[in-house]
């Protein structure tokens, strides 16, 4: 914690964060959307979660290339390796510790509980995905939602709730259970995790750059035009970038896990059909849509990113928001608010802090596929 809560350090976080925050909000209304539009239209899905990934890695290891050039420049190669290393230690220790115990965690904290029909519906999706090993199907209390999760010491895990067992059709279970079976063979939970571990390192790296700028006495030397001044100066304003550079490796983080989630929902789709994955989507989103305090359960939850279903305004307002509210969405004409929702405006700058895309957005994706899924897991 001495990295951060001292008064210079916490003044450069806060300008460090306008500057972020400045350059996410132009790249998000503005580029975001533009850039978005020409990778849709020029590449696959799979050519854009590589080509997502990779911008990602690289612009974290330049970061992190040129902050350790210059503290390697202003202080021994021995030293700066050790600051270095010390920071991405502590980045991974904290990370591979949560990593390790959020299965624990969760199946605490939501009570979960192994089910035995839904279980044999988890094993007849996996044969169809070619899993060899099933997952373990668990059932949690809560508004109608479904996550996937595990490491390799507690195994594999898909949860369902008990408000999605109410209103789902069986056809509409396989599909959600689908989508969570292709994140487990996709193996997303590693892969975001080391995404993640990027801007991460960035974050903690830029906060450690102004710390030593200002213990170091370079700043205030600087002020007063003595020797040295110009190298604390330096270490602040890397630091400051070094933070900013974070927060857009982190929107371009999110951009690639909703690229997963699009292709989640293609493994959902093959396990059952198109159609099927579109009622599910549509059924789930107009549950939450007609149901505030649902909202809020998603809205507050700490593994939201896990959901199949995480709340976003990015929706516009579809037409049934404006129809009288049926209780039981298993009455709606679910083939009608699918085709609502395809017609529905997505445009909401909200979209590219999300770990989701929006729902009207995954419904027509899955009009677009044609089946190569199992050549490209």
Known sequence: MWLIYDPFTMISLILAYIVGFTILLFAAGYLAPRVARKFTNKFSLQASMIIIGLIIIVAGFAGVGITAYLLASLFSVEDATGLITSIILMVLVLNIISYLVSPLTINIMYGAKRNAQLQELVNDVARKLGFSKPPKAVLVNGPPNAFAYGNFLSGKYVAVTTGLMEIATTDELKAIIGHELGHHRHKDNTIMLFMGLIPSLLYF???????????SGYARAYANKRRGGEGGLLL????????????IVQVLVLAFSRLREYYADSAGAFATSSRSMQRALARIHLYYNTNRLAREVVASSKIKALFIYAFTEAYANPFYRHQPIDRDIRNIDVDKVVEELKKTRTEDISEFFST??????????????????????
Do not use: N, Q
Request: glycine content about 6%.
């Open 205 to 215: 790296m830029g906060v450690f750059l102004m710390r030593v700028g200002f213990i």
């Open 236 to 247: 602040v304003i890397v630091g400051v970038l070094a933070v900013a550079l974070s927060f």
């Open 356 to 377: 989701h895309p929006p729902i009207p957005k995954r419904i027509r994706f899955l009009d677009t596929l044609v089946f190569h899924y199992m050549e490209a897991p």
